[in-house]
Nanobody, 114 residues
Framework: QAQLVESGGGLVHPGGSLSLSCAAS????????MRWWRKAPGKAREFVAG????????NYASSVEGRFTISRNNAKNTLYLHMTALKAEDTAVYYC???????WGRGTQVTVSS
């Protein structure tokens, strides 16, 4: 049974940094494209970043381009999102996703506030 477990969320000041992880199990992680999404209260779910199965290709939402970095370690079955220069508008629950299978984790809360 496929499972995605996000971790690393928390409270951070504006301008700060935070790194998220997504531990995958129950499927061949290294064969799948992976994505990060986020959902803020009262807003629709928003694509954040994606990465190909080999990490050769990445793409980002314009709102996070240059501030966030997606990466993966296929040997550890783990997806990462390194976030810098955080803004209040980055506050959301962050989810990892396997788009080909529509599998989702339960999310981790990121709050950016002074």
């Amino acid at each position: 049974q496929a499972q995605l477990v996000e971790s690393g969320g928390g409270l951070v000041h504006p301008g700060g940094s935070l790194s998220l992880s997504c531990a995958a199990s129950g499927f061949h992680f290294g064969s799948h494209i992976m994505r990060w999404w986020r959902k803020a209260p009262g807003k629709a779910r928003e694509f954040v970043a994606g990465i190909s199965s080999t990490a050769a290709t990445t793409n980002y939402a314009s709102s996070v381009e240059g501030r966030f970095t997606i990466s993966r370690n296929n040997a550890k079955n783990t997806l990462y999102l390194h976030m810098t220069a955080l803004k209040a508008e980055d506050t959301a629950v962050y989810y990892c996703n396997v788009p080909q299978r529509n599998w989702w984790g339960r999310g981790t809360q990121v709050t950016v506030s002074s």
